[in-house]
């Protein structure tokens, strides 16, 4: 189903909040211009992806031994923001790679309660990543 957010200008603050517009951050990597050059920013990235309704995109940069066939995102949760709670290895010249995040959202299809909005909600995960070639790429996460 697709998702009804549009992508943002370049111009544009970087959905995943890194302080720096879409054009310089998480724009070139979604489009193919440029790769993540660390785990966390590959994390940032697929962040930025839910946000953004790009599912081609989270299969093109999740590792193969554990992407699945096909991915449809959740058209009634809105990603709002990522915290980068911790990150182990996952540098530029390292193989492997770990960030912890926790990631809030909302959800259109469950009421907050008030009656005024959806309902908030938190994703806290564990990510593993896998640098091959210049790449790198998903490859599990566990759900704390």
């Given at each position: ?18 302080g ?11 489009r ?37 066939d ?8 809105r ?45 806290r995960?564990?990510s ?6 210049q ?10």
């Amino acid at each position: 189903m697709p998702h009804d957010s549009p992508t943002p200008d370049d111009a544009a603050r970087c959905p995943c909040l890194s302080g720096n517009r879409y054009g310089e951050c998480c724009g070139p990597i979604h489009r193919g211009d440029a790769v993540a050059p660390t785990a966390e920013r590959l994390m940032r990235s697929r962040f930025s992806a839910f946000a953004l309704g790009l599912p081609q995109y989270l299969l093109d940069s999740w590792h193969p031994s554990t992407r699945p066939d096909t991915l449809e995102l959740d058209v009634d949760l809105r990603w709002q923001l990522l915290d980068i709670l911790r990150t182990e290895k996952g540098g530029p010249f390292e193989r492997t790679g770990i960030v912890e995040f926790r990631a809030t959202f909302r959800d259109r299809s469950v009421s907050d309660g008030t009656g005024t909005g959806a309902a908030r909600g938190e994703l806290r995960e564990t990510s593993s990543f896998v640098r091959e070639g210049q790449r790198w790429l998903y490859v599990d996460g566990v759900v704390a």
